[in-house]
Structures are given as C-alpha cells and as structure tokens.
C-alpha cells in the first residue's frame, strides 16, 4: 500500500523559507515520478516540481513551474525515501495547501495523472 505524508509546513513571514518532506512508502523503487502541488483556496491545483525517483539513472534535471523557478528546489534521498522542496523567499502568493505525488513512469504536468497523493501540509506567508 502506497502511503505519502507530507510534513514542514507553517506560517512565515514573506521572504522566509521551509523545507517541506514527504515521507514514501509503498513504491517501487524505480520508474517513478514524484512531484509537489499546491491548491489556494479558489484556485485550482498546481503543478510546482517534479523529480523521477531513479533520476540516478535518467538524464535530465528537475522540472520547475515558472512561478518557482529559482525559489524552490525539489531534492530527494532515496536511502530514506523521502520528497523534499525547499522554498526560500517566499512570497503571499505561495499561501496554499501543500502535496506531494506519485505517480509510476513518466512525469507529468497534469495533476489528473498523479495515482497517489498525501494528505498536504498547509502553508502561510504574511506580509
């Protein structure tokens, strides 16, 4: 059974940062694609980083939404099993909900194609 929890979210003031962490269990250990997503109330869900879980053996970098581009950096350890993004000045704008994705072979822009999906961390930033 898949499982994905997420963690690290909370509330900031704009030009903070936090790590948020996903915690995978359940996967195959290759041929995955994992991704982060936030939903703000009233909008619809968006696609912010997606990283393949044996990047190791793939070329090809992350790829990043244009709104956080060069603010987020999506890593992961594999040893542990575990998503993360790192958001550094962070703005109003990123206040949403917070989840990460799995989904097997390729990776995709479309949230729609994400099988499994974590419960979300909630993240706040104040002016």
């Known amino acids: 059974q898949v499982r994905l929890v997420e963690s690290g979210g909370g509330s900031v003031q704009a030009g903070e940062s936090l790590r948020l962490s996903c915690a995978a269990s359940?996967?195959?250990?290759?041929?995955?694609?994992m991704g982060w997503f936030r939903q703000a109330p009233g909008k619809e869900r968006e696609r912010l980083a997606t990283?393949?879980?044996?990047?190791?053996?793939?070329?090809?970098?992350?790829l990043y939404a244009d709104s956080v581009k060069g603010r987020f950096t999506i890593s992961q350890d594999n040893a542990k099993n575990t998503l993360f993004l790192q958001m550094n000045s962070l703005k109003p704008e990123d206040t949403a909900m917070y989840s990460c994705?799995?989904?097997?072979?390729?990776?995709?822009?479309?949230?729609?194609?994400?099988?499994?999906w974590g419960q979300g961390t909630q993240v706040t930033v104040s002016s």
């Open positions: 990283i393949y879980t044996d990047a190791y053996l793939r070329s090809g970098d992350p």
């Open positions: 994705a799995a989904k097997y072979l390729e990776c995709s822009v479309d949230s729609d194609d994400y099988r499994y």
């Open positions: 359940g996967l195959t250990p290759y041929a995955n694609c």
